[in-house]
């Protein structure tokens, strides 16, 4: 009888070229097909809530597969983390109903850019974290963040390729800035988010930061719809998947 | 004029065979020395607060080094950080009296022991924090940990080797096993270490957990001084240096 299983997976993207499969590179779901290869000697179609871009790191990474293999949940995690490598983890493994899909049933994520704000690098958070040297001012830049809210067209925040077509608008529901000790994060959570749209708010926060822009200027950013007006994409390192949404099942 | 410098750094050990240098392995001294070669085209003599072993972290380690250069020592800093690979950073380069000695002048030192307590791995903490799966109950194990405090022979608590000659008397002042989420750690400061003690130390705890030993055996296996007696040594990934202490400089 075929079942559909929802995985919710962990991983360092670090050593990564991305979530999906590429030729001649190491992405995170050819090695997590490998994993599954070895336990069910079978290769089931894997659907995934996202990509995640080289570097980019999930605390939190969803996808969803049809088996007829009828392995208990927690015998097919544990032997997945088995034979996974130790920068990738099972979380947690569930039967869902068979109309459940891991993208199309998301109905929202929520991502955290981490940023290591001291004049020295952490030699533990390498790949982890964006290393910013001068003092970043969390309260002026979650003042400018605020002005992400709501269901915006955010095509000035967005790298144009051929996965972004027809409607731009998002609808923005957390984005905040904060601080504990030096790491600053800026926390976004959105319906849906376009092709490098975390990372060049980021990048745009950065520019506020070094007085480039003032907070007020976003809603002129966003109503510009010009790639050209916001700040520069941020490094993939300081970015991560943190909690995919999903309507409860009934 | 001869100068005497006191650096603090900061270093993941995953990637090293401990500081001291060896003959064809990769150690922190060797990638430190090859650095402050390229910065000052001499090779002081460095002396080091203590040793670490392959794998080990250091959140603070202290070195102090004779120069006769007169380079300042934020410039010293800045160049040692650009030359040193991305897992070693210097926090602070400061003159220091001729007589201070990085490790004569210590007077203690604080360890911290990292034990992930969870089911499932965290792909962040590879290397970094022992994983350990069953629940461990911290407070029987602070319990356990309060038994180290005070001035006792820890000779069952020793790796022999021929680094610890004479009395192995150390005084315990601080022991404590602390919980943060699934975070559990061992903290501990004394006046000075022997070798492999803190990783003993917690090899014997997590005998506790497993129900080898009680709290109250501890005093009975600091009594025996017989490294047979105490439980296994803990693996190197969780093990700190967090702290350096030195006597107040007049």
């Known amino acids: 009888m075929e079942r559909n299983l929802l995985l919710k997976i962990q991983y360092d993207g670090s050593a990564y070229h991305g979530w999906q499969v590429q030729e001649n590179a190491r992405s995170v779901q050819g090695v997590f097909q490998e994993a599954l290869k070895q336990v069910l000697h079978t ?28 392995i208990p949940p927690e015998r097919l995690l544990g032997a997945l983390n088995h034979f996974l490598p130790p920068d990738i983890a099972v979380l947690s493994c569930e039967e869902v109903p068979l109309d459940f899909h891991a993208r199309y049933s998301c109905c929202g994520k929520r991502y955290v850019y981490e940023i290591w704000n001291n004049p020295i690098r952490s030699p ?7 290393h910013y040297y001068h003092h970043i001012d969390e309260k002026k830049l979650n003042e400018a963040a605020q002005h992400f809210l709501g269901a915006h067209d955010f095509t000035s925040f967005c790298t144009l390729d051929n996965r972004d077509m027809g409607d731009f608008t998002r609808t923005v529901t957390e984005s905040s800035v904060t601080r504990e000790g030096d790491m600053v994060r800026f926390t976004v959570a959105a319906d849906g ?3 490098n749209m975390v990372r ?3 990048g745009t926060l950065l520019a506020v ?41 009934i």
């Open 124 to 130: 533990f958070l390498h790949g982890r974290a964006l």
């Open 209 to 249: 930061q070094q007085g480039r822009f003032v907070p007020e200027d976003i809603p002129k950013i966003i109503e510009g719809k010009n790639r050209k007006l916001a700040g520069p994409t941020a490094p993939a390192c300081g970015l991560y998947l943190e909690k995919v949404f999903y309507k409860p099942q």
């Open 43 to 70: 290769q089931p179609d894997i659907k995934a809530c996202s990509r995640t871009d080289t570097g980019v790191h999930a605390r939190e990474f969803c996808l969803s597969m049809k088996l007829s293999h009828n």
């Open 193 to 195: 988010f376009l092709y």
């Open 200 to 202: 060049i708010m980021t």
